[in-house]
């Protein structure tokens, strides 16, 4: 028998030996997610006894942390505004950066909050996007496309396991090629990688994260150009599109849209200053 104290202190010991950059916060993120603990209960339950089996458990994850594979990658889920999402192959990681697309989208809707809004969330991976604005908009409907069938099915699960599930559809379609109807919001985290870029990417993001995901064509633009080429003709009177970009794309993924009709609403940068959101 040993203490979460005990565990933590060796796993930190050995991510840092490892060459893990904060290993005291990843032995925190791996022993807390497999054991289910609370923050606090790092401080008021350091003397809690772990038993063989979870010994185990842990053990086989930082085995495979300090074999290359991301801390939230090896728990199989991740927070994302206040949601909890599995993660899965076909499935982006949603980044903390993201959630700033989520709240200027929240922002633009003050005073809407309460309409029967209709979204679309192209590329949606996990749904992170889509089922975060849905959590804060009660009457709002969901649709989240992409080309994964493994992250439609994990995006469907996260829908049902966050309550959200009679809201929320997920459909296959190539961008806008099988969608029908308008909607009120247009919102995409699309592939933005240059594909020669996406070989000198962290081996986190290279090899874990799914390239369909990641790969933004020659200049990292083919997406933008396929929203902005198709938006019009999805969004009702009111409708805005909002998207994440990359952090040197501002200016591009701009002329892209104004050459499509569209004037640039509101640009949000990331916790890094780096140009990250914009409205359209
Ligand atoms: N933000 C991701 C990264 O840094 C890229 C995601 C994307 O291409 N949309 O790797």
Redesign the pocket.
Known sequence: MTTLTEILRDFRARLAAGGVEDPAAEARILVGGLLKLERTDFITRGDMQIGAEDAQRLANAVARRLGGEPPYRILGHRAFHGLELELSEGT?EP?PDTEILVDTVLELLKGRQSEPLRLLDLGTGTGAICLALLSQLPNARGLGVDLSEDALATARRNAAANGLGNRFEAQASNWFEAICGTFDVIVS?????RSDVIPT?DRE?REF?PLL??D?GEDGLAAYRVIASGASAFLNEDGFVAV?TGFDQRHAVRAIFEEKGFVEAVSRQDYGRNDRVQVF
């Open positions: 982006l980044r985290n699309p592939p933005y990688i990417l993001v994260d995901a990641l933004g994440e």
